[in-house]
């Protein structure tokens, strides 16, 4: 119920429509018995300072950002996180008491999802497939936690995966190379790897029939996490669960990102069960 004592946390992004998040916090809200509310603002990028301005001027608890703002929002923030401020972008916000503070909760929700598993990214050989801006936060916190890397992209932005190896060499050291995604490289990159992580947007709905990886390619002693959790399971996932390779849903790291911003805003532990069935409610709903 909204009462005076209801607390607001939101989205700020354009498109807002299609997003999860508000199902997934409102029904750990109620399902925590929280008087909180999640609700979607439709922010145009000419007036992001102005609704970032509005956060305080309301007191709206927190809220996440999602796509054109993740990068722009930065200036307009009091305090940040130190990995946000290498990865360069912030998709939550919280309101201490006037202060905002930015995070990268994408980064942290991913490694959530493996560390769920079991897997720990230290000493491992990994290959991203992708170097947009989630494979952006990935890739650095893999980093970050002593993975080394092989972030391999179309041949056309060949030059954005060079430059995001170089800035996270010079991050945090450690090897990271850039290669052409094509199947040689492919291939070799995969010979060596413990895990493959895609970050491309390729396999997702409507284009449920396709995949950067030749089914060869995938072997039983991999673990292949796709970051599209719409389909569920996507190509990529099918193949590799035939192959016998270890596969994580890219929800488990949109439920994760969420659930750690549930925490920063109310302190107390959210649901995964229950934000993991709003999520699947929603893309059934949407199918
Ligand atoms: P996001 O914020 O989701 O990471 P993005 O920054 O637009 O989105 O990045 C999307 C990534 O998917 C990019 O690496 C993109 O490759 P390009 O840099 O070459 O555009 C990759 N991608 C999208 N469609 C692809 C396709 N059909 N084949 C290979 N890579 C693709």
Redesign the pocket.
């Known amino acids: 119920m909204i009462s005076g004592r209801t607390k607001i946390c939101g989205l700020i992004g354009d498109p807002v429509e299609h997003s999860m998040s508000p199902a997934m916090h409102n029904s750990a809200f109620k399902d925590s018995g929280l008087y909180y509310i999640y609700l979607p603002f439709k922010v145009k990028k000419e007036q992001l300072e102005r609704a970032i301005l509005g956060i305080k001027a309301l007191n709206i608890k927190g809220v996440n950002v999602t796509i054109p703002h993740k990068i722009s929002v930065i200036p307009f923030l009091d305090e940040l996180d130190p990995l946000a401020e290498k990865i360069g972008a912030v998709n939550t916000i919280i309101n201490n008491n006037g202060v905002l503070k930015g995070y990268n909760t994408d980064a942290h929700g991913f490694l959530k999802a493996m560390s769920e598993r079991g897997i720990s990214p230290e000493g491992k050989r990994i290959v991203i497939l ?6 952006r936060a990935i890739s650095f916190i893999l980093a970050d936690k002593g993975a080394s890397l092989v972030i391999l ?2 041949k ?2 060949l030059d ?1 995966a060079v430059e995001l190896a170089a800035s996270i060499s010079q991050t945090f050291g450690g090897e990271i190379k850039a290669l052409e ?1 094509n199947e040689p490289n492919l291939k070799q990159a995969l010979e060596n790897s413990d895990i493959l992580v895609n ?4 396999g997702m709905s409507p284009n449920v029939d396709k995949t ?1 990886v030749p089914s060869g390619l995938l072997k039983a002693d991999l673990i292949v996490f796709d970051i599209v959790y719409n389909p569920l399971k996507t190509k990529l996932l099918a193949e590799a669960e035939a192959a016998g390779a270890g596969v994580i849903s890219g929800l488990e790291m949109l439920v994760w990102q969420g659930a750690l911003a549930f925490e920063m805003w109310t302190g107390l532990k959210a649901s995964l069960e229950t934000m993991r069935k709003a999520a699947i409610r929603v893309l059934e709903n949407e199918s």
Do not use: I, P
């Open positions: 992708g170097a947009g801006g989630a494979s992209n179309r056309l932005e954005q995604l970050t491309t947007s390729v950067t």
